[in-house]
T-cell receptor, first 114, second 112 residues
Framework: AQKITQTQPGMFVQEKEAVTLDCTYDTSDPSYGLFWYKQPSSGEMIFLIYQGSYDQQNATEGRYSLNFQKARKSANLVISASQLGDSAMYFCAMREYNNNDMRFGAGTRLTVKP | DAGVIQSPRHEVTEMGQEVTLRCKPISGHDYLFWYRQTMMRGLELLIY????????DSGMPEDRFSAKMPNASFSTLKIQPSEPRDSAVYFC??????????FGSGTRLTVV
């Protein structure tokens, strides 16, 4: 069974600095996708970034980048130049293409300090 | 595109009553997922459909829960009878093939 682990329940970062949110995963399926979602206090789930298991390059989307280390089974999210609006819950998720469902980690609550 | 549309946004009901949550996926998406989010258990996958057919309902907690997708543009999640421990935010999400999910705004259910 697939498993997603986010070991940081809460993180603090100073505005304008970079922050890394950790995510490790476990799967025996060679074909999978890794996702990060943001959930602000309003409750909606916002897709941030995607990394496929066969992608050679780390994914980037604006200020978000995914540090994908396949051998270590980690998919850390890096947010550069943090903004106050980045304060939210962040969820790492994995979708095995054998199963086609997506499982989520427990989440990390990020607080950006002014 | 209007995105994934869920209704109602909030639902308060008394224990023992039937509750029906509704979801309209994005047009053209072939997968539909129902999740439940609680503080204690996080985001749990309840059931998902592919081309309107239920594929995996192993996450449905009990027989009190049932889900249907009568056509490509509509799905329901029903709880009968409801219990206080069913209080949670219920999300519907849809996707096309293996792409990422688009989530609805969620339904906050409170059972008193």
């Amino acid at each position: 069974a697939q498993k997603i682990t986010q070991t940081q329940p809460g993180m603090f970062v100073q505005e304008k600095e970079a922050v890394t949110l950790d995510c490790t995963y476990d799967t025996s399926d060679p074909s999978y996708g890794l996702f990060w979602y943001k959930q602000p206090s309003s409750g909606e789930m916002i897709f941030l970034i995607y990394q496929g298991s066969y992608d050679q390059q780390n994914a980037t989307e604006g200020r978000y980048s995914l540090n994908f280390q396949k051998a270590r089974k980690s998919a850390n999210l890096v947010i550069s130049a943090s903004q106050l609006g980045d304060s939210a819950m962040y969820f790492c998720a994995m979708r095995e293409y054998n199963n086609n469902d997506m499982r989520f980690g427990a989440g990390t609550r990020l607080t950006v300090k002014p | 595109d209007a995105g994934v549309i869920q209704s109602p946004r909030h639902e308060v009901t008394e224990m023992g009553q039937e509750v029906t949550l509704r979801c309209k996926p994005i047009s053209g998406h072939d997968y539909l997922f129902w999740y439940r989010q609680t503080m204690m258990r996080g985001l749990e996958l309840l059931i998902y459909f592919n081309n309107n057919v239920p594929i995996d309902d192993s996450g449905m907690p009990e027989d009190r829960f049932s889900a249907k997708m009568p056509n490509a543009s509509f799905s329901t999640l029903k709880i009968q009878p409801s219990e206080p421990r069913d209080s949670a935010v219920y999300f519907c999400a849809s996707s096309f093939l293996g792409a990422g999910y688009t989530f609805g705004s969620g339904t906050r259910l409170t059972v008193v």
